[in-house]
């Protein structure tokens, strides 16, 4: 499986964006889908996701901005990233995962970059 993401870009603090995943197949049959992010110099780290139970997962530095939904007729998911803060520039990134959103599955694909100025 191939996973796309896009829709970032250069905001100010406090603006939104919503960002999607594409992937190459179907998703309907799956459950575990994470947004992963990466900062210069720093380690790839979860943001949020659906867990293998279908529940939403939201790390705290993100819990109240961010959410996130799936099409699964479209083959997308998306997080919708509201109130921007400058700690949250980086690569963003999607990926399935197995069996917990700390094991993403799949290649990386190369994300789309977001970054919000001050």
């Known amino acids: 499986v191939q996973l796309q993401a896009s829709g970032g870009g250069l905001v100010q603090a406090g603006d939104s964006l919503r960002l999607s995943c594409a992937a190459s197949?179907?998703?309907?049959?799956?459950?575990?889908m994470g947004w992963y992010r990466q900062a210069p110099g720093k380690q790839r780290e979860l943001v949020a996701g659906?867990?293998?139970?279908?529940?939403?997962y939201y790390t705290e530095f993100v819990k109240g901005r961010f959410t996130i939904s799936r099409d699964y007729a479209q083959k997308t998911f998306h997080l919708q990233m509201s109130n921007l803060k400058p700690e949250d520039t980086a690569v963003y990134l999607c990926?399935?995962?197995?069996?917990?959103?700390?094991?993403?599955?799949?290649?990386w694909g190369q994300g789309t970059q977001v970054t919000v100025s001050s």
């Open positions: 659906f867990t293998s139970t279908g529940a939403e």
């Open positions: 197949l179907s998703i309907s049959s799956v459950n575990a």
């Open positions: 990926n399935v995962a197995f069996p917990t959103l700390s094991r993403p599955l799949f290649n």
